[in-house]
T-cell receptor, first 113, second 111 residues
Framework: DTAVSQTPKYLVTQMGNDKSIKCEQNLGHDTMYWYKQDSKKFLKIMFSYNNKELIINETVPNRFSPKSPDKAHLNLHINSLELGDSAVYFC????????????FGPGTRLTVL | GEDVEQSLFLSVREGDSSVINCTYTDSSSTYLYWYKQEPGAGLQLLTYIFSNMDMKQDQRLTVLLNKKDKHLSLRIADTQTGDSAIYFCAESDDSNYQLIWGAGTKLIIKP
């Protein structure tokens, strides 16, 4: 049983396109996150949702828009993709907002050409 | 602001002990964490330590916390090839429960 799943695993696209990455968790957790990991493996929090409400919105271009249709899903839509958006994007979840044991998805490797 | 620092690489021989070090700045963190990232995979929680503890042992893993020096270490005994991974240190920012991440230490195992 996959706890946190992401689709697609790989995404190759042209500059200027719009793309979405989907995330689902079947752990019954309240809180979900999006992270960006660059080529040097630095991990940066982008967004966090708690019970479908946005609670962390780091300095991320507004081309990135998260959407949480329900507690189990947190999708990431990216408009007008740029070369610098190439990275691995990780979705994660935790039981509650105060709990930092985070469960990560396998990642989506985005390559912008 | 808060910061977590780690060396980027550590190379050890198979069978030796690995010690991965981390320094942090937020002395009010309640918990400190070690996450492991294997190649091509997401991160997984390896272990954590409560801030009022000095040491925590879990099989081959030993976590040492020196609060005075704000220094955290992870010791892996009898390092195996399966331990090859990137190890991330993280502290919790208790004001907003956000994790502050280190840059990760890549553990390289030599035969």
């Amino acid at each position: 049983d996959t706890a946190v799943s992401q689709t697609p695993k790989y995404l190759v696209t042209q500059m200027g396109n719009d793309k979405s990455i989907k995330c689902e968790q079947n752990l019954g957790h309240d809180t979900m996150y999006w992270y960006k990991q660059d080529s040097k493996k630095f991990l940066k929090i982008m967004f966090s949702y708690n019970n479908k409400e946005l609670i962390i919105n780091e300095t991320v271009p507004n081309r990135f828009s998260p959407k949480s249709p329900d507690k189990a899903h947190l999708n990431l839509h990216i408009n007008s993709l740029e070369l610098g958006d190439s990275a691995v994007y990780f979705c994660a979840s935790s039981q509650r907002w105060e709990y930092n044991e985070q469960f990560f998805g396998p990642g989506t490797r985005l390559t912008v050409l | 602001g808060e910061d977590v620092e780690q060396s980027l690489f550590l190379s050890v021989r198979e069978g030796d002990s690995s010690v991965i070090n981390c320094t942090y700045t937020d002395s009010s963190s309640t918990y400190l964490y070690w996450y492991k990232q294997e190649p091509g995979a997401g991160l997984q929680l390896l272990t954590y330590i409560f801030s009022n503890m000095d040491m925590k042992q879990d099989q081959r893993l030993t976590v040492l916390l020196n609060k005075k020096d704000k220094h955290l270490s992870l010791r892996i005994a009898d390092t195996q090839t399966g331990d090859s991974a990137i190890y991330f240190c993280a502290e919790s920012d208790d004001s907003n429960y956000q994790l502050i991440w280190g840059a990760g230490t890549k553990l390289i195992i030599k035969p």
